[in-house]
């Protein structure tokens, strides 16, 4: 699935500060806040990841911490499907799963909730960023051993350059924002 085009592109481009050696040096951080505060550039960004998946009878998207519980659940709500978070260790109150990662600058783990997703089910999986794409491949997994049918992804940017793609195989992936440098 392609970007958004031309000007709608360029525009919600300028709407997202950059944040030279954040949270690590060496590390260009894309601050989505200053997109989210804008209501026409939020508004535009909702769509586009939305309309590709408007078709695709979506029963569940799962948001990963953080930033994908912002844009993953105001796209369930357009899509009328329910939402489920992805979160880091320790902050979800039942029994969990848990799926270990490596990422640009260090490694991490996510859990979802044992009874979130049910076999069968169809699911977007949805956050701000694909990068390296260790997180991505750390909840399409959890998605996948809870029983759950990943139809595709959504992200608002991806950092081309860092080839994150490689890593989800054939999961059809959207994103509204490429940079590729």
């Keep these: 699935m392609v970007a958004l085009g031309g000007s709608r592109m360029e525009h919600l481009k300028e709407l997202i500060r950059h944040v030279p050696n954040f949270p690590k040096k060496g590390i260009l951080f894309y601050d989505i806040t200053t997109l989210l ?15 590709p998946f408007r078709e ?3 029963d569940l998207v799962v948001g990963i911490e953080s930033r994908g519980f912002i844009l993953g659940a105001a796209i369930a709500e357009k899509l009328g499907a329910g939402f489920v978070p992805i979160r880091k260790p320790g902050k979800l109150p039942s029994g969990t799963i848990a799926q270990s990662y490596e990422l640009e600058y260090g490694s991490d783990t996510l859990e979802i909730h044992q009874d979130a997703v049910q076999e069968g089910q169809r699911v977007l999986i949805v956050d701000d ?3 390296t794409g260790g997180t991505a491949c750390a909840a399409n997994d959890l998605v996948r051993k809870a029983g759950a049918n990943v139809i595709g992804m ?6 081309e350059f860092l080839k994150g793609r490689e890593r989800l195989g054939e999961t059809p992936l959207f994103v509204a924002l490429r940079y590729q440098s």
């Design 37 to 51: 505060r804008d209501p026409v550039g939020l508004r535009e960004a909702l769509d586009g990841m939305t309309a």
């Design 56 to 58: 695709e009878a979506i």
């Design 129 to 131: 960023l694909l990068a």
């Design 154 to 159: 959504a992200f608002l940017v991806e950092l």
